[in-house]
């Protein structure tokens, strides 16, 4: 994958030098040449971005899709440095050129009607730049999830955009054909692949599965599971600890995909997800009605069996994350242990399902912010709990603070690197 990527901007960047932007001599000449080397390059880094979500089977089973997550995060940030320093080193570079000051350049791009495609080109950078203030973790949290999801539509406006920016216009592109062709075959695979993977995949599985709500069902105040019964529920080829985009077909929902982890094995009957309320969407995942169509995107993720190398394993569960731990059970070797960190025993979930399934059930309970309780799950309260720990692969699961404090606490007990899996509820 990597090496696909890196080819690819290889290519570029031959096509840029190919394209005469070193033969230049002037400050202007310099700045406005490397303008087109970072637009060229955020405009493949915004078709990355796209792919690294477009759910691809082998890639997601390759790699994860919470560690996309992250990929898709940091490739983000790298886009839009560039779509903005492509915007300066172009104003800059074309005020040394037509001998102006930074701001009477911009006005005349923009509006002077020289340079064609500004105007969609402004609105585009403006697109992306909203799509990644959206995400700031700051602002995400003030964010409403559909105001959050309403702003990333956005960026494929914005792209859109930058080919109306990009293809007719480039300097490259009106003067090299095979440039050209080069890059819309990069638009048009990317859009063959958002497409089939994001719409007509998920089409289909919904016409096939025909799945449904069969059931929902409290746990305790605040925590529901639903049942969700369908057809052919065996093609879905499902493992325990894996999860789908759940979107339910009711009004206020049938807009909104969710990821959840499935809180028991798949067998022969129907699948079970159990949600918390966090938040305005899981609030009313409760009020669903029997009967609801629903379209389930996935299997998704590596948080398997199949990441076991040992004969015994520990599982560690953080509050909800107890979800793919509980699934995990029905399949995993029969030595295993299960540490489920709650603030208190009554918010603990499945118990008897648990205490059922796994030989040693630790429920470590306790609210963090008292000082009595500051050493759960710290190294050594790990090696008490677990006196062979050195000898089990570990799971974690569970909110992302909570899932790298212990995989700190973890690695500080002597746990190596590769024998610790986690799965971070945070896409």
């Not at 960047?13 to 310099?30: D, P, Q």
């Not at 973790?137 to 914005?158: C, D, P, Q």
């Not at 995990?328 to 029969?334: A, C, K, M, W, Y």
Request: proline share 5%; glycine share 8%.
């Amino acid at each position: 994958m990597l090496a696909f990527l890196a080819a690819n901007a290889v290519v570029m960047v031959w096509l840029w030098v190919h394209g005469g932007n070193l033969a230049v001599h002037t400050t202007g000449e310099w700045l406005t040449s490397l303008a087109r080397l970072t637009g060229l390059l955020s405009a493949y880094l915004a078709l990355v971005q796209v792919l690294l979500l477009a759910r691809l089977p082998a890639l997601e089973r390759a790699i994860g899709l919470d560690r996309l997550s992250v990929w898709h995060r940091w490739n983000g940030h790298a886009c839009i440095d560039l779509v903005v320093a492509h915007v300066l080193l172009s104003v800059w570079g074309y005020a040394e050129l037509d001998r102006l000051g930074f701001f009477g350049e911009l006005s005349t791009m923009i509006g002077g009607g020289i340079y064609p495609g500004m105007i969609t080109a402004t609105i585009g950078t403006f697109a992306l730049i909203a799509v990644v203030a959206s995400s700031l973790v700051i602002v995400k949290r003030r964010l409403r999830y559909e105001w959050w999801y309403a702003v990333h539509l956005l960026a494929y406006a914005g792209i859109a955009l930058a080919w109306f920016h990009q293809i007719p216009t480039g300097n490259e592109f009106v003067l090299d054909q095979a440039a050209a062709d080069y890059w819309r075959s990069l638009y048009l695979a990317t859009l063959a692949v958002l497409l089939w993977y994001r719409i007509l995949v998920p089409a289909a599985a919904a016409f096939r599965h025909r799945l449904r709500v069969a059931g929902v069902h409290q746990e305790r105040p605040g925590v529901v599971s639903l049942e969700i019964a369908g057809r052919n529920l065996e093609r879905l080829r499902a493992q325990p600890g894996q999860f789908f985009l759940w979107r339910f077909l009711s009004a206020g929902r049938w807009w909104k995909a969710h990821p959840f982890s499935l809180s028991a094995a798949p067998g022969d009957g129907p699948l079970r997800i159990t949600v918390k309320d966090l938040g305005d969407f899981t609030a009313t995942v409760g009020e669903i009605a029997p009967g609801t169509r629903v379209v389930a995107e996935g299997p998704f993720g590596t948080f398997t069996a199949a990441a076991a190398r040992r004969p015994k394993t520990l599982l560690i569960a953080g509050g909800i994350g107890i979800t793919p731990i509980r699934a995990l059970l029905d399949e995993l070797p029969g030595d295993s242990v299960v540490a489920y960190r709650v603030v208190s025993e009554d918010e603990a979930l499945f118990v008897d399902e648990l205490e059922r399934l796994a030989p040693t059930l630790h429920l470590v309970a306790g609210d963090h912010r008292e000082e009595r309780h500051a050493g759960l799950l710290s190294p050594n309260h790990l090696r008490q709990l677990v006196p062979d720990l050195a000898e089990r692969d570990v799971f974690v699961c569970g909110p992302p603070a909570f899932t790298d404090m212990t995989r700190r606490n973890l690695r500080a007990a002597g746990v190596p690197r590769r024998r610790i899996r986690t799965e971070r509820f945070a896409l």
